[in-house]
């Protein structure tokens, strides 16, 4: 066996399991909220900019 086959499998061991682990944190936060998607700040990013408070124009 060569030696870099068993780092690379410690490689695609932990990516894997990162990978899980965000996962199952994704699904127990999708779950508390008693809805799977995605928040509302992220769905709703980008739209029309908010007017200026009065006397902030520059």
Known sequence: ??????LLILAFATLGGVW?????ARKQ????KGRPERS??????GGEPRPN???TEH
Do not use: K, L, T
């Open 20 to 24: 899980f682990m965000a996962a199952a």
């Open 29 to 32: 936060v999708a779950d508390a």
């Open 53 to 55: 408070m009065e006397g």
């Open 40 to 45: 509302a700040v992220i769905q709703h990013h």
């Open 1 to 6: 066996m060569n030696d870099g086959i068993p």
